[in-house]
Nanobody, 114 residues
Framework: QVQLVESGGGLVQPGGSLRLSCAASGSISRYAMDWYRQPPGKQRELVASITSGGSTNYPDSMKGRFTISRDNAKNTVYLQMNSLKPEDTAVYYC?????????WGQGTQVTISS
């Protein structure tokens, strides 16, 4: 069993940057990791993915502004967010995947507003 805890969310002005962290209760070296987000009143959507081997993938709409990375020694996954826009406002969730098992974090609120 793996528990995930997101942190780093908060209130940021448009054009600003934010770095989210996802800390795991145990080793994540074998897990593929994802970041999702859920804007108010909308469905959850994929933001970024990283495989256990370190290969990254992004939806076209996220490329160039968001970067996912992992530090297996710290059991932590990161999401670097740049050039933030009001439409990036959402609860951001971390997910771990291994075989048939999936774990979700509790989410962290990100609000982009002036």
């Amino acid at each position: 069993q793996v528990q995930l805890v997101e942190s780093g969310g908060g209130l940021v002005q448009p054009g600003g940057s934010l770095r989210l962290s996802c800390a795991a209760s145990g080793s994540i070296s074998r897990y593929a990791m994802d970041w999702y987000r859920q804007p108010p009143g909308k469905q959850r959507e994929l933001v970024a993915s990283i495989t256990s081997g370190g290969s990254t993938n992004y939806p076209d709409s996220m490329k160039g502004r968001f970067t996912i990375s992992r530090d297996n020694a710290k059991n932590t996954v990161y999401l670097q967010m740049n050039s933030l826009k009001p439409e990036d406002t959402a609860v951001y969730y971390c997910r771990a995947r291994l075989g048939l098992t999936t774990y979700w974090g509790q989410g962290t609120q990100v609000t982009i507003s002036s």
